[in-house]
Every structure is written in structure tokens, then in C-alpha cells.
């Protein structure tokens, strides 16, 4: 572009030398200040600006890696401050080995009390996924109804505010008078706790289903079962599913709570225990499994729910 411009120039000058006019100079230097710029576009080449597909989708990951490592980060070194300033209580490298020992060999048995971790997480497993079962198998048809009646809905409502602040603890006493068992008496406070996030969730989801919605069904002459199948569940499916999200993840927090009180086989004992035996690493390793199992849970759900989303 430098080159075309430089011989030009030298053109510019004999071409106007050659001239007898003003005017002739005028036309002389616009003629060739032309071809100079058409030489010069012809021989520019763009530099092609746009990022690769393998930087952006590099730029995409660290974005998502990067903010969720410094908060991990930051919270280990808490911890390691708060380990260094408190007597007895164990840090990230020695909480650490300990876990290593106690991960290898996770499922050994020297009797019903002395079990290893992953036969406790799967007794406790296997409680919530009954209680939440349960819950599921009612909470969530009753939930239709009480948001597709009205009546219900009145009746209901008193019942639903008088109970659903209780702690769950306080049912566990009941569970034991009723049922005379520790082990059902655990699946009766997580079936109490989730059911109603399900209940309420549900109902809130059919009373925001529009009106023509039902006023075209009525039209059509839908029988109840067409108007729940093809009209209400699909409308209700996201708030059904925020509700038993909500439900599992307080099934996991209670049941650790009730099995330190009923004993037996289960991270809630598994925990108690060990703080008998003033294992402090170990109460810190179950603090983690239960954070790591309760995400497991949560995030299988959200799974589940986009894989059955009407979007």
C-alpha cells in the first residue's frame, strides 16, 4: 500500500508538470489519487479478528471453573486459620490423610455398631428414599387437588399453616409411641418434613394455570383425567419440581438429626459416634459427605426435571 502511494506521488508530480492549467492540474490529480486508491484496496487483505471455537470455549470453561474454586479455596483457608488459632481442631492436611484411611475400605462390618462410612450412607439412603417416597406418592396428587379445588383448597389451608412450622424433631417422639421402632419412626419425620414443600408447591402451580386453559377444556368437554394429563401437569411440572427438590434436600438435612437420636446404622449415628470417640476428623469428613450427597441429590433432580421439561 506504502509502494502504490510512493509511485504515485512521482506520477502526481510529472503529470502536473505536464500540464498547461489549473483546471488540467485539478483533473490530473484526481485521476490519479483514484487509481491509487483502487491499487491500494486491491491489495489489502483483512486480518480475519474473529476468536476460534477453542478459545471461546476455553475463555467459557475458566469462566465457569475459576469463580467456584476461589470460593473453595477461601474456604479451606478459613478453615486452616481457624485450626491453627483453635486447640484440637484438626486442619485441611490432617482431616485430609484421614480421609484417605478411612475411604479405603469404606463398607467393612465388625458388627451392627462398627460399620464403615458407606454402609452408614446407604442406611441413611435408603430411610430418605422411603420417607420421601411416601411423601412423593401422596404430597404431590394431593397437591393437584387442592389447587384444582377450591373447597379443598379453604379446608385445607388451616391445616397446612398449623402443621407445617413444626420442627421435625418435635414428630419424632410420636413416630416412636406410634410405630415402637427407631427405624420406622426416622421414616416418619422425613416423610412429614418433605411432604409439604411438594403440597404447597404443586397447588401453587395449578392455581396459575391460565383460565382459558380450562375455559377451552370445558369447551372441548375434557373428561378430569384429560383435563389433569394434558393441561395441568404440563403447566405444573416446574413448580412440582422445584417442590421436591425443596423436599429432598430437608429429608437429607433431617434424617441426619433424627438417626443421632434413634441410633443405630446411619450417617446421623455414624456422626455422633464419632464425636463420642472425640474424632473430630471424621465429624468433618461426614460434614462433607453429607454437603457432596445432598448436591448429588439435588443436581440428579434438576437432571431429571429438564429431561421431562414442556419448554
Known amino acids: 500500500m506504502m509502494t502504490a502511494i510512493s509511485i504515485n506521488k512521482e506520477s502526481l ?33 483483512p486480518v480475519d479478528s474473529t476468536p476460534s471455537k477453542f478459545s471461546v470455549q476455553s475463555k467459557a470453561f475458566l469462566q465457569w471453573l475459576i469463580p467456584p474454586v476461589l470460593g473453595l479455596l477461601l474456604l479451606v483457608g478459613i478453615w486452616a486459620m481457624i485450626a491453627k488459632f483453635t486447640a484440637g481442631f484438626p486442619g485441611p ?7 484417605v484411611v478411612l475411604f479405603s475400605d469404606p463398607f467393612y462390618s465388625n458388627g451392627p455398631n ?24 401422596i404430597g404431590i396428587p394431593l397437591g393437584f387437588m387442592i389447587g384444582r379445588f377450591e373447597f379443598l383448597s379453604r379446608m385445607t389451608a388451616p391445616v397446612i399453616s398449623l402443621l407445617r412450622p413444626v420442627s421435625p424433631l ?24 418433605a411432604i409439604w414443600p411438594m403440597i404447597i408447591n404443586t397447588a401453587v402451580g395449578v392455581s396459575k394455570v391460565p383460565q382459558d386453559y380450562m375455559n377451552v377444556a370445558k ?14 401437569f404440563p403447566s405444573v411440572l416446574p413448580y412440582m419440581m422445584t417442590g421436591v427438590r425443596l423436599s429432598i434436600g430437608v429429608a437429607w438435612l433431617v434424617i441426619v438429626a433424627a438417626e443421632m437420636l434413634t441410633g443405630g446404622v446411619g450417617i446421623g449415628f455414624w456422626v455422633w459416634d464419632e464425636w463420642n470417640n472425640l474424632n473430630v476428623e471424621h465429624i468433618i469428613i461426614a460434614i462433607f459427605v453429607v454437603g457432596i450427597v445432598g448436591l448429588l441429590l439435588e443436581q440428579a433432580l434438576i437432571l431429571i426435571a429438564k429431561k421431562f421439561s414442556y419448554e
Request: glycine share 6%; no cysteine; proline share 3%.
Open 13 to 45: 508530480s510529472e503529470s502536473m508538470q505536464e500540464a498547461n492549467s489549473p483546471v488540467e492540474n485539478t483533473k490530473k490529480v484526481i485521476e490519479i489519487t483514484t487509481i491509487a486508491t483502487d491499487k491500494a484496496k486491491a491489495g489489502y487483505k
Open 114 to 137: 462398627d460399620q464403615g462410612i458407606g454402609w452408614n450412607i446407604l442406611a441413611s439412603l435408603e430411610r430418605v428414599g422411603l420417607g420421601f417416597g411416601m411423601a412423593a406418592l
Open 219 to 232: 369447551v372441548l368437554n375434557l373428561s378430569e383425567w384429560k383435563i389433569v394429563t394434558k393441561i395441568l
Open 93 to 99: 492436611a490432617s482431616t485430609l490423610k484421614a480421609a
Open 170 to 193: 418435635a414428630w419424632l417422639p410420636i413416630g416412636l409411641l406410634v410405630f415402637k421402632a427407631a427405624d420406622p419412626a426416622s421414616i416418619w419425620v422425613i416423610f412429614i418434613s
